[in-house]
C-alpha cells in the first residue's frame, strides 16, 4: 500500500494498527465525544455536504445529499447498513481497509449513526472474507468493552449497536437493494426503486447504504472540518479515494491518491506501466475500457472519466500493455456477467448469456460473419432495460472493448473464415467426399 495523502490510510502501514490500543495512540475515537455529540444532526449532515464527499461504491453519488433524504424522524428505526460486498472485479480496496484499520470503519459508523438518528447498524461482508470478518468482529468487542458502542456511548445519550452480517458471496448482493434482501434473508434479488432504501429500505424502515470507505473519510472530515477535506481533489470531485490497481504496472496494490491525479502519474507511483501501455479498465469492470490516448489526457475523477464515457466507478484500475489481446480480456468479463445474472429481468438472464455464447464462438475460431456486430447490438439491446444495472454494465464493457479494438476482434473472425474455407477447400479435394 503506497499514499500520496493519508486521510484513509494512515495506519495501514503501522504495526497492529488494527487494534484499539495502537489505533487511539494514532488519534482513533477522538472524535466520539464533545466534538460528535455537541453537534445537532442536521449540521453534521450539512458538514458532510459541504466536504463534497462522494460515495465510494461506484456511483459516486454524494454522501450528504443521500443523507438528507432520510427521514430521521418519523418514529421509525433508521437503519445504516455499510456495504463491504466489494466484488466488483479489480477491487480490492475495502477488504485491505477492514484488515488493516477495522477502527475507522467504525468510529465513522458512529458518526453516521449519531447523523442519521441510527441505534442498529450493519457491516455486510461478503462471506469469503475470513480475515476481515475475524478483524472486525474483535474490533468490535474492543470497542464494546471499551464503551464505545452499545448503551449510552462514552456517557452520552447516544447507544449504537453494530453487527457483522455475512454475505454468500454473490456478485450481485453489492447492489444495494439485492443486499438488503439479502440482509432481511431473502434472496439476493434487486428490488425496483422507488422507494429508494433512504426511505424504505431494510424490514421497511429507512435505511442508509454507504459503502465501507465512504464512511471511513467521516472522522477524519469532523476533525478537520468540511473545508480542509477540499485542499484535495477537484471542485467537483473533492477529497482523496483509494484505488486499487492491477494488471501491467511495477507496484500493483491500494493506493490513496488525490482524486483529480493525472492517470499517467498514477501509474507513475504504481511503478509504471511494465511494457508499452494498450488501453485501462480505469474503475473495475462495469468502467468502458479507456485506449492508451484517452489514457494519455485524463484525470483520476468522476468528471473527466465521465466525459470520456467511462467512470471512476470503484476505483479499480486495471493498465495493459500491447502484448495483451483486447479480445481475451473481455472474454471472462463478459463470461461473469452473464453468470452473475439474478435472472429476473428477461433482457439480463437471456442477452447476457446469449452474448456470451455468441462472444464464446467468436474466440474458440467458430465466429461468422456478422458476428461481432451482432455481439455489439446484443449488448446495445439490453442497455438499460432492466431493474439494475449489471446488465448495463456488461453492455458498457462489451460495447467500449469492441468499438475501440474492432481489429481485434475482426482478427477471430478472419482466422475462422480462413479455417473454414480450409475445411470446404479440404472436401473438394479427391478422396474428400465420402
Ligand atoms: C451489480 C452491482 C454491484 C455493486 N457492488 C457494490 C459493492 O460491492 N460495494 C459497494 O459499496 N457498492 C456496490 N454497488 C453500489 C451500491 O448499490 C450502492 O450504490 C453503494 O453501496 C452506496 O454506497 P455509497 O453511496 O457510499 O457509494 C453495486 C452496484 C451494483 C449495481
Ligand atoms: S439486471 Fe440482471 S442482475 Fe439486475 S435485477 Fe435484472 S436480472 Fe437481476
Known amino acids: 500500500m503506497t499514499a500520496a495523502c493519508t486521510v484513509l490510510s494512515d495506519l495501514f ?100 449513526g449519531f447523523a442519521l438518528n441510527v441505534r442498529t447498524a450493519y457491516i455486510y461482508v461478503r462471506g469469503e472474507m475470513l480475515p476481515q470478518i475475524r478483524r472486525l468482529n474483535e474490533a468490535l468487542k474492543e470497542c464494546y468493552a471499551a464503551g464505545l458502542l452499545g448503551e449510552n456511548i462514552q456517557g452520552s445519550r447516544y447507544s449504537l449497536d453494530i453487527y457483522v452480517h455475512r454475505g454468500a458471496g454473490a456478485y450481485i448482493c453489492g447492489e444495494e437493494t439485492a443486499l438488503i434482501n439479502s440482509l432481511e434473508g431473502y434472496k439476493g434479488q434487486p428490488r425496483l426503486k422507488p422507494p429508494f432504501p433512504t426511505v424504505s429500505g431494510a424490514f421497511a424502515n429507512p435505511t442508509c447504504v454507504n459503502n465501507v470507505e465512504t464512511i471511513m473519510a467521516l472522522p477524519w472530515i469532523l476533525k478537520n472540518g468540511p473545508q480542509a477535506y477540499r485542499q484535495w481533489g477537484t471542485e467537483r470531485s473533492p477529497g482523496t479515494k483509494l484505488f486499487s490497481i492491477s494488471g501491467d504496472i511495477g507496484k500493483p496494490g491500494v493506493y490513496e491518491i488525490p482524486l483529480g491525479m493525472p492517470m499517467l502519474e498514477f501509474f507513475d507511483l504504481a511503478g509504471g506501466v511494465d511494457g508499452e501501455l494498450l488501453g485501462c479498465i480505469p474503475g473495475g469492470s462495469s468502467a468502458p475500457v479507456l485506449n492508451k490516448e484517452e489514457c494519455e489526457t485524463c484525470t483520476m475523477d468522476y468528471e473527466a472519466l465521465g466525459a470520456l464515457k467511462s467512470m471512476l466507478g470503484s476505483g479499480a484500475v486495471m493498465p495493459f500493455n500491447t502484448t495483451r489481446d483486447p479480445v481475451r480480456i473481455l472474454e471472462p468479463i463478459a463470461h461473469f456477467y452473464a453468470h452473475e445474472s439474478c435472472g429476473q429481468c428477461t433482457p439480463c438472464r437471456e442477452g447476457t448469456g446469449y452474448a456470451d455464447r455468441v462472444f464464446q464462438r467468436i474466440v474458440a475460431g467458430e465466429g461468422r460473419a456478422g458476428d461481432v456486430d451482432m455481439f455489439f447490438d446484443l449488448a446495445a439491446n439490453f442497455e438499460w432495460t432492466t431493474i439494475c444495472p449489471l446488465a448495463t454494465a456488461d453492455a458498457w464493457a462489451i460495447k467500449s472493448f469492441v468499438s475501440k479494438f474492432r481489429e481485434h476482434f475482426d482478427k477471430y473472425i478472419d482466422a475462422s473464415s480462413r479455417k473454414a474455407d480450409e475445411r470446404e477447400l479440404a472436401d473438394l479435394r479427391p478422396g474428400g467426399f465420402m
Open 13 to 112: 502501514a503501522v504495526e497492529n494498527g488494527h487494534t484499539l490500543e495502537v489505533a487511539r495512540k494514532h488519534g482513533a475515537y477522538e472524535t466520539v465525544g464533545p466534538m460528535l455529540f455537541d453537534k445537532s444532526q442536521f449540521e453534521l449532515i450539512e458538514w458532510v455536504l459541504d466536504s463534497g464527499l462522494r460515495g465510494r461504491g461506484g456511483a459516486g453519488f454524494p454522501t450528504g445529499l443521500k443523507w438528507r433524504t432520510v427521514p430521521r424522524k418519523m418514529g421509525k428505526p433508521v437503519y445504516l447498513v455499510i456495504n463491504a460486498d466489494e466484488g466488483e472485479p479489480g477491487t480490492f480496496k475495502d477488504r485491505f481497509c477492514m484488515e488493516k484499520d477495522p477502527h475507522k470503519l467504525i468510529e465513522g459508523m458512529i458518526i453516521a
